[in-house]
């Protein structure tokens, strides 16, 4: 671990430099009231190892594998990455989270973003898609503002199978605009409920995920007929698992408009939480109302190909009053990352992928029903599934965890009907052997 001290005379020249007479001077224009009013008590400094065991033991603290079986999945999926996929992110040429400017100097850089636009639209079964957004909830905000203004409708109906927090960033985004939101429930086999539809005043859009929150799969199907019994309004298909669509049908070929959500599955590690990939795609018809920006190909003055910047309609590039968002960062290192892995496991790979995460969570599924614990959903599901304990399963559930066991998340905090309920995830990172761990003691 290095460390880069200043000497007393280091601060006193740099503090003479832009004015200041102390370091607390540096910090005036933070209002006092946000500004701690004592000062920081900080343990004496370490040496370099003495430091680094702090840090291991304070590491130890926290569940991880291997040495748990961990059964979380909620918007975050453990999967396996190419050692092609790790190798090649570390080119630094690839290294940026923006889309380059300056086609002249970033053709590779380009082309990759083009590559990964075209696997996405593949993928999800769209005619184009954007040069990616921030995350998937911000991706899912942002398909609803679109929906708007292609609609220029006031009214959005969400289903309540939506990632809890992917909502929450919804209501985030539409509160300023005055934009009305209203919420369909999830029915007894755990998919959206569509009926409150036909009371609903010409929705500018419906948005669903599939696999949903519980993991289940929504009938798209069906959604975009709902959606459609009004020409105008549009069907928002959401995601948190891309890679259920190498098993199930796309959600542009069931009749989505405009699909969103988050790619972190594709090669990207899951990082106690983050940096992920907002996914974006939409058909033809609506292109010029998609934010972000795209990369497209053309020829030179001389005809060879090239890669250009295009449709950048951002405040950056075009009016305030005309752009369509105000999203600067495309995380285009995840970008890159989601292309090389899509082609690492090429079509192919990503159905066999696809059927055994489907398999092995089945199995569980399969196991935990035999065990006599309930599972409260019938509809068909990927990766995630619900699974009911009896009243009182806190203790069940801290005395798994005392034996290196996190048995899914809690469902109550998002959804206080569901006490006693817990969100599992299993995916090809999970061996058999902690899949009869987890129901063994569920049963026991």
């Given at each position: 671990?290095?460390?880069?001290?200043?000497?007393?005379?280091?601060?006193?020249?740099?503090?003479?430099?832009?004015?200041?007479?102390?370091?607390?001077?540096?910090?005036?224009?933070?209002?006092?009231?946000?500004?701690?009013?004592?000062?920081?008590?900080?343990?004496?400094?370490?040496?370099?190892?003495?430091?680094?065991?702090?840090m291991?033991?304070?590491?130890?603290?926290?569940?991880?594998?291997?040495?748990?079986?961990?059964?979380?999945?909620?918007?975050?999926?453990?999967?396996?990455?190419?050692?092609?996929?790790?190798?090649?992110?570390?080119?630094?040429?690839?290294?940026?989270?923006?889309?380059?400017?300056?086609?002249?100097?970033?053709?590779?850089?380009l082309?990759?973003?083009?590559?990964?636009?075209?696997?996405?639209?593949?993928?999800?079964?769209?005619?184009?898609?954007?040069?990616?957004?921030?995350?998937?909830?911000?991706?899912?905000?942002?398909?609803?503002?679109?929906?708007?203004?292609?609609?220029?409708?006031?009214?959005?109906?969400?289903s309540?199978?939506?990632?809890?927090?992917?909502?929450?960033?919804?209501?985030?985004?539409?509160?300023?605009t005055?934009?009305?939101?209203?919420?369909?429930?999830?029915?007894?086999?755990?998919?959206?409920?569509l009926?409150?539809?036909?009371?609903?005043?010409?929705?500018?859009?419906?948005?669903?995920?599939?696999?949903?929150?519980?993991?289940?799969?929504?009938?798209?199907?069906?959604?975009?007929?709902?959606?459609?019994?009004?020409?105008?309004?549009?069907?928002?298909?959401?995601?948190?698992?891309?890679?259920?669509?190498?098993?199930?049908?796309?959600?542009?070929?069931?009749?989505?408009?405009?699909?969103?959500?988050?790619?972190?599955?594709?090669?990207?590690?899951?990082?106690?939480?983050?940096?992920?990939?907002?996914?974006?795609?939409?058909r033809?018809?609506?292109?010029?109302?998609?934010?972000?920006?795209?990369?497209?190909?053309t020829?030179?003055?001389?005809?060879?190909?090239?890669?250009?910047?295009?449709l950048?309609?951002?405040?950056?590039?075009?009016?305030?009053?005309?752009?369509?968002?105000?999203?600067?960062?495309?995380?285009?290192?995840?970008?890159?990352?989601?292309?090389?892995?899509?082609?690492?496991?090429?079509?192919?790979?990503?159905?066999?992928?696809?059927?055994?995460?489907?398999?092995?969570a089945?199995?569980?599924?399969?196991?935990?029903?035999?065990?006599?614990?309930?599972?409260?959903?019938?509809?068909?599901?990927?990766?995630?599934?619900?699974?009911?304990?009896?009243?009182?399963?806190?203790?069940?559930?801290?005395?798994?965890?005392?034996?290196?066991?996190?048995?899914?998340?809690?469902?109550a905090?998002?959804?206080?009907?569901?006490?006693?309920?817990?969100?599992?995830?299993?995916?090809?990172?999970?061996?058999?052997a902690?899949?009869?761990?987890?129901?063994?003691?569920?049963?026991?």
């Amino acid at each position: 671990m290095r460390f880069l001290p200043h000497t007393e005379a280091d601060i006193d020249a740099m503090l003479a430099a832009v004015g200041c007479k102390d370091l607390a001077a540096l910090f005036d224009d933070i209002p006092a009231d946000c500004r701690p009013a004592q000062p920081l008590h900080l343990p004496p400094g370490l040496s370099e190892w003495a430091l680094n065991r702090h840090m291991e033991n304070l590491a130890a603290e926290t569940a991880t594998g291997p040495g748990y079986d961990i059964f979380l999945g909620a918007g975050s999926y453990d999967h396996y990455i190419p050692e092609t996929v790790q190798q090649l992110l570390r080119r630094g040429e690839l290294a940026t989270a923006y889309t380059p400017y300056q086609p002249e100097v970033s053709q590779g850089t380009l082309q990759a973003i083009y590559e990964y636009q075209t696997l996405t639209a593949r993928l999800l079964g769209m005619e184009a898609a954007n040069a990616s957004v921030y995350d998937g909830a911000s991706a899912l905000a942002e398909a609803l503002l679109m929906a708007v203004r292609i609609t220029k409708r006031r009214l959005v109906a969400i289903s309540r199978a939506i990632h809890p927090h992917y909502r929450h960033v919804v209501a985030t985004y539409l509160r300023p605009t005055g934009l009305d939101i209203i919420e369909l429930p999830y029915g007894p086999d755990g998919r959206t409920d569509l009926n409150p539809l036909d009371d609903a005043r010409e929705p500018a859009a419906v948005a669903v995920q599939s696999p949903n929150f519980f993991g289940c799969i929504e009938d798209l199907a069906a959604a975009a007929e709902a959606a459609h019994g009004d020409p105008a309004t549009l069907l928002v298909a959401a995601f948190t698992e891309p890679l259920a669509f190498g098993l199930y049908p796309s959600p542009g070929a069931l009749g989505a408009d405009i699909v969103c959500g988050e790619g972190q599955s594709l090669g990207i590690a899951r990082s106690f939480g983050g940096p992920g990939l907002g996914m974006f795609a939409c058909r033809n018809a609506h292109l010029r109302a998609m934010p972000g920006r795209l990369v497209g190909k053309t020829v030179d003055a001389d005809g060879r190909r090239g890669f250009v910047l295009t449709l950048a309609t951002r405040e950056q590039h075009i009016r305030r009053e005309r752009a369509t968002s105000n999203i600067c960062t495309n995380q285009g290192l995840c970008a890159t990352a989601a292309a090389m892995y899509m082609a690492s496991l090429g079509g192919t790979g990503i159905r066999a992928l696809a059927r055994l995460n489907y398999d092995k969570a089945g199995y569980l599924q399969t196991a935990l029903r035999n065990a006599g614990v309930a599972l409260p959903f019938s509809a068909p599901v990927f990766n995630e599934f619900v699974m009911q304990l009896p009243p009182g399963s806190e203790a069940v559930y801290r005395r798994l965890l005392e034996r290196r066991i996190v048995a899914g998340l809690p469902l109550a905090p998002f959804y206080p009907e569901l006490a006693d309920h817990y969100l599992l995830c299993v995916t090809e990172t999970t061996d058999k052997a902690a899949l009869d761990r987890l129901v063994a003691e569920v049963s026991s």
